[in-house]
């Protein structure tokens, strides 16, 4: 008895949803000319395309990178061909975390060091520094 | 105090420089990719719907040439896609601001302003884009056939759509015939 008034509602709330989401209009919005298109018509429109263009550019990115921290061209090569376009991509997406002690302590050390070198440069030449 | 003797000292700083003491190095970041090159990687970020990388690729295209209607026009697709109409308004209207003679950031600034249910404006745009590039109408036609569908001009809106899928090509097709059926229901 429970049983068949529970199926009732659940038939009455079914029938009801269904008449209620059909009734309402669909969300419409015109097609957004993409970016893409947007910039060269008709381009890159090919997945395989993009994917190729998308490691090149990518690569391009991590190899400056890496010239930019002072590895040979030789070795950059290497590394680049050790990597999948997956890896390329997480990297080139992280590339603002590939420094050389990106952390901030290169700085301070920096400081530390010019620090010193002052001190000494003033005790080589007979000057001394006094804090009252 | 207790007074360092000078040869001691230089000798210990020359050989604190010289014996492996590796000095922190200022190393120039250069970007390698030009404008183009960002707005298009910038681009297929966006098509795989990466949009933060998409958005930091336009800004650094943006650092290049801040006066490139292009990275405006990709940053408000950006901001569309990210549902912040108010932001990807603002971008258009720069895009258009610095080429006012390119159609494809007055279209989608109809777009934003049909979201916004600003169904005036936005037909004014979406007429200004098709008045633009009478060539490739076919977006245009179909941004304003939805302008009339929202206004519940049907016949009207239907037109539109008809007189787009003539001249669509194979991008947007599909768009363009569910835009049609909907109308043709909501007439019913």
Redesign the interface.
Known sequence: MVRRKVSRWVLIYLTLSIFVTSAI??R????????????E?GA??RQKD?AI??KE??S??I???L????LTPQEIKERLSRLSDAEIHAIA?QIEAL???GDGT??L??ML?ILV?VL?IL??T?RRIVIQ | MFP?P?RG??AL?SLLILTGCS???I???????TVE?H?????????RR?LD??L?EYHRAFRKDPRDP?VM??MG??Y??KDQPEKARTYYKRAIDLNPSWP?PY??L??VL??EERLKEAEIYAKKALELNPE?PA?YL??L??VY??RGEYEKAERYFLKALERAGK??RE??E??LR?SR??QR
């Open positions: 209009p669909a419409s919005l015109a097609y957004t000319i993409p970016t893409i298109a947007g910039l018509e890159y429109n993009m263009i998308q550019l990518e391009k990115i190899s400056q990178r010239k930019d921290l002072g997406s420094k050389a002690g290169g700085l050390v920096a060091l070198i000494l005790q080589i007979g | 360092l000078k000292v230089a700083s000095l922190p190095r190393i120039t970041l250069k970007d390698p990719l090159e707005l298009r990687l910038g681009a297929i970020y966006e098509s990466e990388l998409a930091k292009r026009f990709s697709n950006v569309l896609a494809p279209n989608n109809a777009l049909i979201k490739n977006p179909d941004t056939g939805v569908m929202k991008e947007g768009e363009i569910r835009h909907e229901d909501a």
